[in-house]
Each structure stands twice: as structure tokens, then as C-alpha cells.
């Protein structure tokens, strides 16, 4: 039974004389779902091991269910895509709920491929000294211990860890992989709670610097639900302008084209204030995802507070899945309303642009500045998505790609830098780090190169081919804007580098934490990729392009 | 297919910059002679390219072209004509003299200091920008160009920021915030500028659908590749913003003086000799090419800021107390008779810009070098600091004499070839312009023969009493570039010879021919 059926039910008789026969058995193509399928087991899996392993066998069967099923989740995703799903099969499956199509599998493999090198992050053990002779990762030690009370000292000293972390990693990954390729409002919204709810409990678990930590999660989940109450609100009246869930079924009533016309449906799609109202507010909560202004408030506090582990896992995977969705919804439901949204984000962009870049020369904490930094980005990366041409779609595909390897392993750097107190992430305390350890110093600044753009880095690669895509889409002062703010954003990115090789290194400053072969793992990822994507980024950008192509 | 001659060029001196930064850290001679030996097969590799690079031969030679990113219309296309050729010459002939020069500059100080000078960083970033710099003056492809005109600020960027003179007169605190200051200003300002290139790099592709240099100008050309004025103008303004930049031209100037002020006088010959002749060679070799009409369009206002330059850079150089300092702004006054002689769309002006170009390396190298082994023996870069060298030091001051002749274009010595060349090329066409130029040969008189007066005549001061005279590897750094600012002042045919047939298709891209001469007639 469609959708629109159940629209006509409370407006119209039903003339159906048994309903029970009208209900077909969901048809529901598990192939084309493995790879959610997959992640979803693994976090069930998980939350049996919490469950029924003993405690000190957790961490590794944790990380193993979890490095296994992201494999295993990647590997389905290639196998789809080596089959044609992204590009001749490419079609709606489970019942329309969700798209199996080029964008989305590209999103996918990329947010499983982040996620893996993420969970190599959070399984970090070696960072911190040794806690009571246990070997301790970035997360509390148990996360209902109220800070600094002695219930905290005593789960401390008897090697508590928060394996749930990696449960909860993996809930949230799938509705990252969800959320882009969702094809029905409300599987849009389920997939959005799925990944928002794990990731305010992550932000909460610091080990260290708790209360900052417990202050991010709660400002992140008390806008993330009003940001969620926008969207919720928006999905009501889009259903009531167009009687129905499924985007391309809405799409057809905004361009005009649908089929039958109800009487319902046709006292309905006259009324554009609830298309544009709608529309306007489903936008806005996944530009709040995204972090562009003005919904980025939430962005430097979280990204402050979380641990860093998870402050890079949000960062690059949270901004692929956000911008996957906002990418299918304009492109997919709202095509025949460009005219209405595309000056209303001609203006986010520039703001987004230039606010991000500007602001971010202040900060004095790294990891705010990586915060803004990433506003600017989410900019940039709007541009492209202003294109309105598949080049467009593969450039922020593209983009998207690139930017998520670079954030993730810059996070991974900031996480090695240490003092007493933890990491430590004011500024102040980097200078003169190219000194004391030139590898780490260097690495962090071919991130930060990559960040600016500068050519020969993915960083370049990326955003020439969303300024192209824009210039081409005729938004050729959106370019202009995005080059003078890459200019500013150079300044606060060079800031750092000179900080790091050109100043006295304090004597009481920071040292840096040999890491264990995880997170060494997942910075090399991050370089390797980063210079990969910028000298020879040809056969990624074939593979952008051919999956630039949404499903309808 | 043929051997990729350009390529290895480009290619040596960057994987040697990658094998001398790999030398561990206790092995800081060997790493000096293996970017010495890089640097010194490089330049043969660069004679190879002038000697198979045929004059009269097609436009671009020794080409070659491969597939890089098709999804941006980015081609590796490599070629070179006249004028790269002699600028790969000089950068190749320069590098070795840097790094000689340079040979004890990144050494480690007495310990306990705090400084950090890992030498092999000094000379790979300098075998690096050698191999930026090659490929930007190979590179016919509008994107390869890019990249490289832009990456290879990282490498500088270090090199001023990371190594500076081991004498400061305010010590080593205000040393390094004023070394850091210059690093970053010399980055903000051409990475500006390279942005602003980028948007109308992107622009050129909406526009033309591909890069290459050859494909494009041909449209344009035949008439196939039309522009609307307006954009044609806005692409133009986009990259010569950039090379005005890196020339630099007055009022973008203003990165020069504290860079080279700041950083190792090796690196100072690095930045003014080599580096900013990718300014004025890709104004020459890409804002004529691709935006000829809209070239003749600025062409009022860019000359009066190259004479703005000549004479401001002059005067600001008569005024400064500072040697190396001084030199900078004398550069500055140089680059604005290069850029002069470019816009001013005449054969004469357009191969005494390119002679102008190399003679300059050369004649700055032989001053900033020597100004450099001056400055490390005294301990102090004020010019009042010095005086009587020329007693304690004769040879060191004699080559200093000449390298500061060369600079004020005393006849004889290269640099009045081109001097005269440009003034010329100038005059046929814009008299007024070219007469206030050659009042900047006048103040150059005045700060060359002002320095040498103050610096190495005179009473010998007590601090300089003792000086030792040239070495052995400063003689050899010395007297071969001496020499050839003397063989190049007398017989210039060679250079001329190959950069002439370049000048001339270029000025037929912009549609301009040389004015004729108003003889009245005879018969």
C-alpha cells in the first residue's frame, strides 16, 4: 500500500472490500541493504558482548565485531558497486524506503572507510599513562559516575572502560549510511535519530576534562533536537502539501507532473506556503548536521568538548551522511524549486564561507579552530552543492572524499599532543612542537596544507573541482567569495605551521605520545590519501563522476 | 617516444631534494655535496635542453604530453621556447652558486643554543623550489603551471621563516619574530595572490573548456575561442594579480624587502634571482598569450606602475640602512624595468626584458652572495657598521665593486644590454615613459656607489680590522658569475639569439609590431 493510499484513506471511502488482501508482504532486498544490514548486526552484536563477555575480553571482541563488520560493510558496497547498483541497476528498494544508487554508494563506502579508521582512533590505548596498572583509552571510565566523586576514583581503579563505545560507534555509522540514501521523508528522520542519539552520548564520555565534555553533549543534544523538531515539523507539512512521504512522489507534485490528482491532493498542492515552509525546515535541520551558518553554533563547543576520537568521527562522517542527505533531497525532491532554494544558499555558502574563515582567526583552542575551519569547508562544499549539475554531485562527492581523510587524521594528531592535564589544545602549548618532533609536526602541517588548498594536496583537488563545478553552474561569484575566504582560512592554517616550526618551544610544553599502531594507522591513512587525491586524483574523480547520478 | 629531457630536468633536482633530505642527521657534509652534485647534474641536463633546443625551430620544443586529470581538462604538457629555455639555463646555473654560497648557513650553531638548523632541510627545500621553479617554466599545460607557481611557496616559505642570518643586530629573540614576520607575509601575499589567480584559472575553463596554453592561444588566435571583453579583462586582472605579485610590482612590493632582509643571502639570491622571474616569464609567456587584447588594454596603467616602481624602488633603496634590505629594493626597481619592457609590446622591449631577466639573476646573485659572505664576517647587516673593507679585503671588495656596476648597467657589463634594450624598446613607443625610466638608472648610481663609498672606503673601522679576504669556496661561488657578467656585457649574441625568435611570436600573438621608425624620405 503506497503512501499516497493512506493519504486518501481519512479523505476519501476506501472501496477496497477486505482490506487484508490489499496488504502486500514487504518486499525487501537484503542484497541491496547488506551493507546497513551488516553494520546493524555487528552493533546488536555488540551490545551482546557488553552484555555476556567477561570484562577484560571486551575491548578486543569489541574491536574486532567492529573492524570485521565495517570490512565486511565495505566490501558489500564495492560488491554492489562492482554489480552496476551505482550506476545501470541503480533503483529504490525496501519498498521505496531507501535509494541503492550511484551517490549513495559512494557516501557509504566513504563513511565506512572513515569509520574504520575512526574506530582505530577510539580504540587508542596507549596515549594516556596507565591508569592503576590498566591500560586506558580517551573515554570515562564509566560514563554514570558523576565527575570527580569517588565513585569515579574507584571504577578508575578498577580498570573500568566504556567498551560501549564501540556499539555505539557502530549504531551510528548506520544511520550514516542510511541517512544519504533514505528516499522516504521518514526513513530520512529515523536514520537522522539513529546517528544523532549514539553520537550526544559519545560526546559525553571523555575521560578527561569531564564536565567540558558532559556540557558539550548537552548543548549538542538539546540543539540537535530542536534542529530534530524542525525537521520533524517540516516532514508534516511537506506530507501535507504533497500527501506523501516518498520523494519522488513529492517531486513530482512540486514539478507538477504527478498522475492522478486526488480531490485531497489537489486542495493541497495549491498551497505553497506549506511546500516552501516545509521545505524551508527540512533543509534547516540538515544544515544544522552540517554546520552552516547560521546552524552552526553547536560546532566549536561539541568539537571542543567530545573526545577527540569522536570529534573526528563527527567531523568527517557526520558532514558526508548530512551533506549526502541535503545533496538527495535538493537534487531529488526539490529540483523543480531551485529558483526558491538556490539564492537562499547562494547566501548560506557566502556566509558560511566567509564567517567560518573569519572567525576561526581568533581561536586560540586547536580544536575550535578545526571546528570553524570545518564551517568554512561545509561552505565550500555548498557551493558545489549550487551547482545543480551532476558535476556538481560528484564534485562534493569528491570533496566530501577528500575532506573526511584530512579531518579525521588531523583529529587523530591532536590527539597525541599531550600534557599533564591531557591533551593539550591550546595553541600556546604547540609552539615550537616542528622542533621536539619534527615527523608529527610536519604531518600536521601537510593536513593543514591540505585544509588551505594549496595544490599537490586533495585539499586542492577538491576544491577546484566544487569551484569549477560552481563557476560552471553559473555561481561564478560564489567562486570569488570562496577564493578570498580560502585566502583568510590560509592565514589561520599558516598561523599554526609557523607556530609549530618557527617559535621557542616552551620548556614546560607539551610532549607527544608514541602512539600504538592504531592511530598511527589511521594518521598514515590520512597522509596517504591526502597526497594520493592531490597528485593522481583521476580515478577517484571517474568514480565521483560516474556515481553522480541520483536515483529517482 | 622520445626521452623525457624536460621532465628529468624537473624531476632530478626533486628527487634529490627528497634523497638529500634523507641523509641522517649525522651526515650534514654529505648531504651538502649530494645536493651540490644534483644541483651540478641539473645544470648539465639544463645545457642539454639549450643546446637540442632549436632557435629557429618550431615555437615549443622538446615537448611532451600525457593525460593527468581529465576530469578538470589537465594535461601534463611540457615545451619550452626561447625565453624558458635561457630561464632554466639561468636557474639551473644559479642553484649550484646558491648552494656553495649557502654551504655553511644551515649549519647547526654552538650547542646549548636552542636554534634548530637541520641542514639537510636547507638544502632539500632549496633542491625543491629548483625543481618547482624548472617546471613552472616548462609547463604549457594553464593548471600544471598552476600548481607548481603555487606549491612551490611551501619550500620558501621555510627558507625564510626556518633559516635566517646568524647576525642580528637586535639578537636572536627579535631575529626570529622578524624572520617569521617575513615568512608570513611573503606567504599571505602570493598565496592572495595565487587564489585570486585560481578563481580566474577556473574562469579560463568555464571559458575555454581546457588548459593548454597551445590550444587555447590558437583559438584565440583563429577566432574560434571568442571572449567577451569584459571577461577577458577580469581573467587578465585575475592572473596578472598573481605575477604582480611574485615580480613584484609596485604596490604588491611590499613581501620583497622583509623576505630578503630576513633570510639567508643564498635564499635572497633564491627568491629575487629565480623565483620572481616565474612573475615576469609567466606575464610574458601567459597574460600576452591568452589575454592579448585585454594585455593592450592594462598595458597604460601597468606601465606607469612599473615606472612607479623603478623610481620609487630606487629611491627607497638610496634611503636604507640595511644592506640587504637595500638590494631588495634595488631589485624591485629592476623588476620594474622588466615589467616595462614587457607591456611596452616592442621586440627591443621584450628581449631586453627577457635578457633583463637573466642578467639581473646574475648580476643580484654576484651582490647578494657577496653582500652575504660580508655581512657573515661582520656580524651586522647596517651598512654604517662597515667601512675600509676595501683595504683589509681587496678582492672581496672589487667583486662587490662589480657586481654593484652591474646593477647600475655601467656598459660593459650585461645588464646595460638589457637596460638599454628595454629603455629603447620603450621610448619608440612611449617616449614620456621611457624618459622618466632612465632617471632610475641615475638613482641606481647613487645607491650603488653610495654603498660601496660607505661600506669599503673610507677609514678602516676597528670591527672590520682583520677581515679575512674571499675563501677558496666563496672565490669559486664569485668569479665565474663575474665572469659572465662580463661576457654576457660584451657579447650578449648568444642569449639574444635564442630568446629573439620567442619575443617576436609573441608580440604577433598581441597583434602588435614594432613602430616604424619616422625617417623622412630620401627619394
Known amino acids: 500500500m503506497s503512501a499516497t493510499a493512506v493519504h486518501s484513506l481519512w479523505t476519501t471511502a476506501t472501496t477496497a472490500a477486505d482490506p487484508i488482501a490489499k496488504i502486500d508482504a514487504p518486499k525487501i532486498e537484503y542484497g541491496q541493504l547488506s551493507p546497513v544490514l551488516i553494520v546493524i548486526g555487528a552493533a546488536i552484536i555488540g551490545i551482546l558482548v557488553e552484555a555476556f563477555v567477561p570484562r577484560r575480553s571486551r575491548y578486543h571482541a569489541q574491536m574486532f565485531v567492529s573492524a570485521v563488520a565495517l570490512v565486511a560493510a565495505f566490501a558489500a558496497v564495492v560488491a554492489l558497486a562492482a554489480r552496476g547498483y551505482g550506476t545501470t541497476k541503480a533503483g529504490i528498494t525496501a519498498m521505496g524506503a531507501v535509494a541503492v544508487d550511484g551517490p549513495a554508494l559512494f557516501l557509504q563506502g566513504t563513511i565506512l572507510l572513515t569509520s574504520l579508521v575512526g574506530l582505530f582512533t577510539f580504540a587508542e590505548r596507549r596515549l594516556d599513562p596507565e591508569a592503576h596498572g590498566n591500560r586506558v583509552d580517551s573515554f570515562a571510565a564509566q560514563a554514570a559516575a558523576v565527575p570527580g566523586s569517588e565513585s569515579e576514583q574507584k571504577a578508575v581503579k578498577a580498570g573500568f572502560t566504556t567498551t560501549e563505545v564501540f556499539p555505539l560507534l557502530l549504531f551510528a555509522v548506520v544511520g550514516m549510511l542510511v541517512f544519504p540514501a533514505a528516499n522516504d521523508l521518514l526513513t530520512l528522520f529515523v536514520a537522522l535519530e539513529v546517528f544523532s542519539l549514539p553520537l550526544y552520548l559519545l560526546c559525553a564520555l571523555a575521560r578527561r576534562k569531564r564536565l567540558m565534555s558532559q556540557e558539550a553533549a548537552v548543548k549538542y543534544f538539546l540543539l540537535g533536537a530542536f534542529a530534530s523538531a524542525f525537521t520533524l515539523f517540516g516532514i508534516a507539512l511537506l506530507y501535507g502539501y504533497a500527501g506523501s512521504m516518498s520523494y519522488g512522489t513529492i517531486a513530482q507534485v512540486v514539478d507538477g507532473t504527478v498522475q492522478n490528482v486526488t480531490p485531497a491532493l489537489a486542495d493541497t498542492m495549491g498551497n505553497d506556503a506549506l511546500l516552501l515552509v516545509g521545505s524551508a525546515l527540512i533543509v534547516m535541520g540538515l544544515l544544522f548536521k552540517v554546520g552552516a551558518v547560521p546552524f552552526h553554533m553547536w560546532t566549536p563547543d561539541v568539537y571542543q568538548g567530545a573526545p577527540t576520537p569522536v570529534t573526528g568521527f563527527m567531523a568527517a562522517a557526520t558532514k558526508v551522511a548530512a551533506f549526502g542527505a541535503l545533496l538527495r533531497i535538493l537534487y531529488v525532491v526539490l529540483p523543480g524549486l531551485r529558483w526558491d532554494w538556490r539564492p537562499v544558499m547562494w547566501g548560506v555558502a557566502i556566509v558560511t564561507m566567509l564567517a567560518g574563515a573569519i572567525v576561526a582567526i581568533t581561536q586560540t583552542d586547536i580544536k575550535r579552530l578545526l571546528a570553524y575551519s570545518s564551517i568554512a569547508h561545509a561552505g565550500f562544499i555548498l557551493a558545489g552543492v549550487i551547482a545543480t549539475t551532476p558535476e556538481g554531485i560528484s564534485s562534493v562527492l569528491f570533496y566530501l572524499a577528500a575532506y573526511s581523510f584530512v579531518t579525521i587524521g588531523a583529529f587523530a594528531v591532536v590527539t597525541l599532543v599531550r600534557d599533564a592535564g591531557g591533551e593539550a589544545t591550546h595553541l600556546s602549548k604547540w609552539a615550537g612542537l616542528g622542533r621536539r618532533s619534527p615527523l608529527v609536526a610536519a604531518v600536521f602541517a601537510v593536513f593543514l596544507l591540505a585544509f588551505a588548498g594549496i595544490p599537490l594536496t586533495s585539499g586542492f583537488s577538491g576544491k577546484f573541482a566544487v569551484f569549477k563545478a560552481a563557476a560552471e553552474g553559473g555561481a561564478a561569484p560564489l567562486v570569488v567569495v570562496g577564493v578570498i575566504s580560502s585566502a583568510i582560512a590560509a592565514f589561520f592554517y599558516i598561523r599554526v605551521i609557523v607556530l609549530m616550526f618557527f617559535s621557542e618551544p616552551r620548556p614546560e610544553g607539551p610532549t607527544v605520545a608514541v602512539p600504538s599502531p592504531l592511530t598511527m594507522t589511521a594518521i598514515g591513512v590520512g597522509v596517504a590519501v591526502t597526497v594520493v587525491l592531490g597528485v593522481a586524483p583521476q580515478y577517484f574523480l571517474d568514480l565521483a563522476g560516474q556515481a553522480g547520478v541520483f536515483v529517482r | ?523
Open chain 2, 1 to 523: 617516444m622520445s626521452f623525457p629531457l624536460l621532465t628529468v630536468t624537473a624531476a632530478l633536482p626533486a628527487v634529490g631534494a627528497i634523497a638529500t633530505a634523507a641523509v641522517p642527521a649525522a651526515r650534514r657534509t654529505a648531504a651538502k655535496w649530494l645536493a651540490l652534485l644534483v644541483s651540478l647534474a641539473t645544470l648539465a641536463l639544463a645545457i642539454t635542453v639549450l643546446i637540442r633546443f632549436d632557435p629557429d625551430g618550431d615555437r615549443y620544443q622538446l615537448t611532451e604530453s600525457h593525460s593527468w586529470i581529465a576530469d578538470f581538462g589537465v594535461r601534463y604538457e611540457l615545451g619550452v621556447d626561447g625565453i624558458a629555455v635561457a630561464l632554466i639555463a639561468l636557474t639551473a646555473l644559479l642553484i649550484p652558486f646558491i648552494i656553495l654560497a649557502g654551504w655553511h648557513d644551515a649549519d647547526p650553531l654552538e650547542t646549548g643554543s636552542s636554534r634548530w638548523r637541520p641542514t639537510q632541510g636547507f638544502f632539500a627545500l632549496i633542491l625543491a623550489v629548483e625543481a618547482m621553479v624548472i617546471i613552472s617554466f616548462e609547463a604549457t599545460d594553464v593548471f600544471l603551471f598552476y600548481i607548481f607557481f603555487e606549491a612551490m611557496l611551501i619550500p620558501l616559505y621555510f627558507l625564510i621563516g626556518g633559516f635566517g642570518d646568524r647576525a642580528h643586530e637586535h639578537g636572536e629573540k627579535t631575529a626570529a619574530t622578524q624572520r617569521s614576520y617575513a615568512a608570513v607575509k611573503f606567504l599571505l601575499y602570493n598565496l592572495a595572490g595565487g587564489l585570486i589567480m585560481l578563481a580566474a584559472v577556473i574562469g579560463l575553463y568555464v571559458v575555454a573548456g581546457n588548459f593548454s596554453l597551445t590550444e587555447i592561444a590558437e583559438a584565440r588566435a583563429n577566432g574560434s575561442l571568442d571572449m567577451a571583453t569584459d571577461t577577458e579583462r577580469w581573467l587578465f586582472l585575475g592572473f596578472f594579480f598573481a605575477f604582480a605579485v611574485k615580480a613584484p610590482l609596485f604596490p604588491l612590493h611590499t613581501w620583497l624587502p622583509n623576505a630578503m632582509g630576513e633570510s639567508t643571502a643564498p635564499v635572497a639570491v633564491l627568491i629575487t634571482a629565480v623565483v620572481d622571474k616565474v612573475g615576469t616569464f609567466a606575464m610574458l609567456r601567459f597574460c600576452l598569450q591568452l589575454f592579448p587584447e585585454a594585455s593592450k588594454w592594462a598595458t597604460p596603467v601597468i606601465l606607469v606602475l612599473a615606472v612607479i616602481s623603478i623610481i620609487y624602488g630606487a629611491l627607497l633603496a638610496v634611503g636604507q640602512r640595511d644592506i640587504k634590505r637595500l638590494i631588495a629594493y634595488a631589485s624591485i626597481s629592476h623588476f620594474g624595468f622588466i615589467i616595462m619592457g614587457i607591456f611596452a609590446m616592442t621586440s627591443q622591449g621584450q628581449s631586453g626584458a627577457t635578457l633583463y631577466m637573466v642578467n639581473h639573476g646574475i648580476s643580484t646573485a654576484v651582490l647578494m652572495l657577496i653582500a652575504g659572505f660580508l655581512i657573515s664576517r661582520r656580524g651586522s647587516r647596517l651598512i654604517a657598521d662597515f667601512g675600509g673593507v676595501q683595504k683589509v679585503a681587496p678582492i672581496l671588495a672589487g667583486t662587490f665593486l662589480i657586481g654593484g656596476l652591474a646593477t647600475l648597467s655601467l656598459p660593459g657589463l650585461a645588464p646595460f644590454v638589457s637596460e638599454f634594450l628595454v629603455l629603447v624598446g620603450t621610448f619608440t613607443r612611449y617616449p614620456v615613459i621611457g624618459i622618466i625610466a632612465t632617471l632610475g638608472i641615475v638613482l641606481a648610481a647613487l645607491y650603488t656607489l653610495v654603498l660601496y663609498q660607505r661600506t669599503m672606503t673610507g677609514p678602516v673601522k676597528a670591527e672590520v680590522n682583520g677581515m679575512p679576504d674571499l675563501r677558496v669556496r666563496e672565490l669559486v661561488v664569485v668569479a665565474p658569475l663575474v665572469a659572465l657578467l662580463i661576457f654576457l656585457g660584451v657579447f650578449p649574441k648568444p642569449v639574444t639569439d635564442i630568446v629573439n625568435p620567442a619575443v617576436e611570436q609573441t608580440l604577433s600573438d598581441v597583434h602588435q609590431t614594432d613602430p616604424q621608425p619616422e625617417v623622412e624620405a630620401a627619394k
